[in-house]
């Protein structure tokens, strides 16, 4: 579980892709104090495992699936990352519900100055789309942020200069792709709302949303 408050700017040493997954290598600083074997980290907002470290330099695997949802398989030697580890148990909640799953990648349509901060424009697939209300939160390239603006198929979100100089926003342009996680307390309302209904179509089972009451569920 992750918070969307970035820890620091990591660099792409490598992306060494196989047929079916890649080693994925990469320096940092600040995220090395307590870095374990085993341990997530989120790498614009993708959740990864640690599979080897040496000094401020750690790997991690990124298999197929990643690479179908995410715009990890876009990245190339000297990409700056947002890095985050796992939220400590004793630690400041500051953002929202992070789990590092990405449902699906936005493109910036847009960035525009307005005094101190800067307004991004994103388009969005109708699957997330669905999942967003202004004022709610959203993670994007692993960056906790509150969708200010909702038109048709694009959200806006307006950025602090802290945000801007501390993550890899700061380095985007129009065109470039983002990472999209919906706040997952909407998704699982969803899902809830429409159990019955889902759990028809996909599969032959007899049980049903008024069994598992029943049965006292």
Known sequence: MFTGIIEELGTVISLKRGSQSAVLTMQGKKIFDDLALGDSVAVNGVCLTVKSINRNIFQADVMNETFHRSSLGELKRGAKVNLERAMAANGRFGGHMVAGHVDAVGEITDICQDDNAIWFTIYVPQSVMKYCIEKGSIALDGISLTIAEITGDTISVSMIPHTIENTNFGLKKPGDVVNLENDMVGKYI??????????????SSKITMETLINAGF
């Open 190 to 203: 969803d899902k809830l709302l429409h159990f019955k209904e889902i759990s028809s179509e996909k599969t």
